[in-house]
Nanobody, 126 residues
Framework: QVQLVESGGGLVQAGGSLRLSCAASGRTFNTYRMGWFRQAPGKEREFVAALRWIFGWTYYTDSVKGRFTISGDYAKNTVYLQMSSLKPEDTAVYLC???????????????????WGQGTQVTVSS
């Protein structure tokens, strides 16, 4: 089993920045990728960014390219999401996810991830 704990959410004005963290614990030796998704009220879960563990390859949805950066501290089993130039439409619950070697699916789909955090709220005011 793997446990994921997110932190760093909050309320910020448009144009501001936040840094989310997600610490993984437990059986993390099979980590293949880690990702961030978000879900706004009444909307489907949306892919935000993903990190190919150890290799460092990164992927982003178009709406956050140039504003968000995903990174990882492999020694600490922690993934970060640095968010800058935040917009009101970025408001959502942000969820961290971990995909193992045995998980299938493309990196931008929820099925590619086996474990999920509880989520952290990000609210961007205009």
């Amino acid at each position: 089993q793997v446990q994921l704990v997110e932190s760093g959410g909050g309320l910020v004005q448009a144009g501001g920045s936040l840094r989310l963290s997600c610490a993984a614990s437990g059986r993390t030796f099979n980590t293949y990728r880690m990702g961030w998704f978000r879900q706004a009220p009444g909307k489907e879960r949306e892919f935000v960014a993903a990190l190919r563990w150890i290799f460092g390859w990164t992927y982003y949805t178009d709406s956050v390219k140039g504003r968000f950066t995903i990174s990882g501290d492999y020694a600490k089993n922690t993934v970060y999401l640095q968010m800058s130039s935040l917009k009101p439409e970025d408001t959502a619950v942000y969820l961290c996810a971990l995909g193992s070697l045995s998980s299938g699916g493309d990196y931008y789909t929820p099925v590619a991830y086996d474990y999920w955090g509880q989520g952290t709220q990000v609210t961007v005011s205009s």
